[in-house]
């Protein structure tokens, strides 16, 4: 809901549709109708982020961390951030690690020199607004974790690690 506000019919300028920002194709391959109501939005999001959790779980161990690239793939798509990742890897950064080593690659396939690299499949991409999408959520959860008393049971939504059962 961080880009629309919580607007159950807001269109991006790309396509993204309703609360959850999904584009249709998205929808579709979940079998949802991302415009039928809010409630389809949210299930189709839900289920966006559930299969890159699928993704990116066995690529970065720590849990903070992967929050990070979910949020990251959930806004550039995945293949932008494994290219990102692939970047960093070939030029000395950590691949599991957002701050200042994947968001810098991110950033960086704007430029020919890198999204031409060898090691990048899916192209040229402008990072800057994903970059910022996730320090946007992170704040913002930040806040409400705040403002939000909090309960004894932790509520998860994502299958847990096969390394935490």
Same mark, same amino acid.
């Given at each position: 809901?961080?880009?629309?506000?919580?607007?159950?019919?807001?269109?991006?300028?790309?396509?993204?549709?309703?609360?959850?920002?999904?584009?249709?194709?998205?929808?579709?391959?979940?079998?949802?109708?991302?415009?039928?109501?809010?409630?389809?939005? =949210?299930?189709?999001?839900?289920?966006?982020?559930?299969?890159?959790?699928? =993704?990116?779980?066995?690529?970065?161990?720590?849990?903070?961390?992967?929050?990070?690239?979910?949020?990251?793939?959930?806004? #550039?798509?995945?293949?932008?951030?494994?290219?990102?990742?692939?970047?960093?890897?070939?030029?000395?950064?950590?691949?599991?690690?957002?701050?200042?080593?994947? #968001?810098?690659?991110?950033?960086?396939?704007?430029?020919?020199?890198?999204?031409?690299?060898?090691?990048?499949?899916?192209?040229?991409?402008?990072?800057?607004?994903?970059?910022?999408?996730?320090?946007?959520?992170?704040?913002?959860?930040?806040?409400?974790?705040?403002?939000?008393?909090?309960?004894?049971?932790?509520?998860?939504?994502?299958?847990?690690?096969?390394?935490?059962?």
């Amino acid at each position: 809901c961080q880009e629309s506000r919580f607007n159950p019919n807001v269109i991006s300028r790309v396509g993204a549709y309703g609360l959850m920002q999904i584009m249709p194709e998205t929808g579709k391959h979940f079998g949802i109708d991302i415009t039928s109501s809010p409630e389809s939005n =949210i299930k189709a999001g839900a289920k966006y982020i559930i299969s890159l959790y699928k =993704i990116f779980d066995p690529k970065i161990a720590d849990g903070n961390e992967r929050t990070k690239f979910i949020l990251a793939a959930y806004n #550039a798509g995945p293949g932008h951030v494994l290219d990102a990742m692939k970047l960093a890897e070939k030029n000395g950064m950590d691949p599991q690690k957002w701050d200042d080593n994947v #968001a810098v690659w991110i950033l960086k396939k704007s430029e020919p020199k890198y999204y031409n690299d060898s090691v990048v499949k899916y192209g040229y991409f402008k990072g800057k607004e994903s970059v910022a999408f996730v320090m946007e959520v992170l704040e913002r959860y930040a806040f409400y974790k705040n403002i939000i008393p909090e309960n004894n049971e932790p509520i998860s939504y994502l299958p847990q690690s096969k390394s935490a059962k």
